[in-house]
């Protein structure tokens, strides 16, 4: 499945693969879960619960305001999945989510006040789950910056078009969105799902985003298990300068792991992309899974230490800017 109306750039690629249902599903190691499993996962004791109780870390914030109105080029962790990133003047959002969730704490503040991100062009939405989409950061974001599109996957639109009134591109895999000719913004596979309910399981579609502009590429692997996505992008896109990937909510490992990756695998997936600079994110901000929030940068901390980590591994503060 394919929006008509974009370019596809995979020579030879078919379409995102959907079911016999019509629900999307992945290119290799299909999501297959169940209410049991979920009801286990939410039952069955945490091997590392003690360890968790004793975790006093917290992820560091730096309240510093100047990167809004610095023309430079940049990267900006905002907390969990969300990046503020300047590219030749062009301003994007990644996964705006400013506030809670429906069901748990925010543990770290917002480096910024939301109302101050202005003059935004793009704000793009790797999937439906809530730590992602959020309702109410799209409408503020709406709100203030009219001008904006909203680029997401397949079918998402539908969802998003109840919330705001500014333009909204859709996309399946290796499909790039419409934008003026000196950027290129293209959707790509992950491993993943998506709801918003129990009822409403892979209706909309999952992934990444590869942002090309002014001789930069910066990879955004949003929510995703391991799998061969990782190399394929790695080869088609040669030259990826920032690769952001996610490291967190990854135990228990035979629950999460077909939708999330541990640092380990993380790192494996950086290597695969070919990535210059390995920025890793989705931990720190909602704890979402069993694994002590203070341990996905202590592996990655370890790894660099021994020398297993290729190229470059930036740990970013909340706020702080990774000038590009």
């Known amino acids: ?65 100047v990167w809004l109105n610095d023309p430079a080029d940049k990267i900006v962790w905002l907390g969990h999945a969300s990046f503020f990133i300047q590219l030749a003047g062009t301003r994007i959002l990644i996964d705006p989510v400013f506030g809670k969730l429906p069901v748990g704490r925010r543990y ?16 793009l939405v790797s ?15 709406a709100a203030a910056n009219p001008k904006a599109q909203v680029f997401c996957g397949l079918k998402l639109n539908k969802l998003i078009q109840k919330w705001v009134g500014i333009p909204i591109q859709a996309a399946g895999w290796y499909q790039q969105y419409e934008t003026p000719a000196d950027i290129r913004i293209t959707f790509l596979p992950s491993r993943h799902w998506a709801s918003r309910s129990f009822f409403d399981a892979n209706e909309t579609l999952w992934g990444g985003f590869m942002i090309q502009k002014s001789g930069k590429c910066i990879y955004y692997s949003g929510d995703s298990g391991s799998g ?23 135990a228990p490992a035979w629950f ?9 695998q993380a790192v494996e997936a950086f290597h695969a992309t070919g990535g210059r600079i390995f920025i890793p994110f989705h931990y ?41």
Request: proline share 8%; hydrophobic share 35%; charged share 25%.
């Open 1 to 65: 499945m394919s929006n008509p109306d974009l370019k596809v750039v995979l020579p030879g690629w078919p379409g995102t693969p959907v079911d016999q249902d019509g629900l999307f599903i992945n290119q290799e190691h299909p999501m297959v879960g169940s209410i049991w499993e979920v009801l286990k996962f939410m039952t069955e004791r945490n091997p590392q619960r003690e360890i968790k109780k004793k975790d006093t870390w917290r992820i560091s914030v730096l309240k510093d305001e």
């Open 228 to 250: 061969s996505h990782f190399n394929d992008i790695g080869v088609f896109f040669p030259g990826i300068d920032v690769a952001l990937i996610g490291v967190g909510a990854y």
């Open 127 to 141: 999937h439906a789950h809530y730590d992602h989409c959020d309702k109410k950061s799209l409408i503020l974001l």
């Open 256 to 264: 999460m792991s077909r939708n999330h990756q541990d640092p380990f």
């Open 284 to 324: 720190g901000t909602f704890d979402a899974a069993d694994e002590p929030m203070s341990e996905p940068e202590q592996i990655l901390n370890k790894l660099r230490a021994e020398g297993k980590i290729n190229n470059e591994l930036k740990i970013l503060r909340l706020g702080e800017t990774f000038p590009l």
């Open 108 to 123: 770290s503040e917002l480096p910024v006040d939301p109302h101050k991100l202005l003059n935004i062009d793009y704000i």
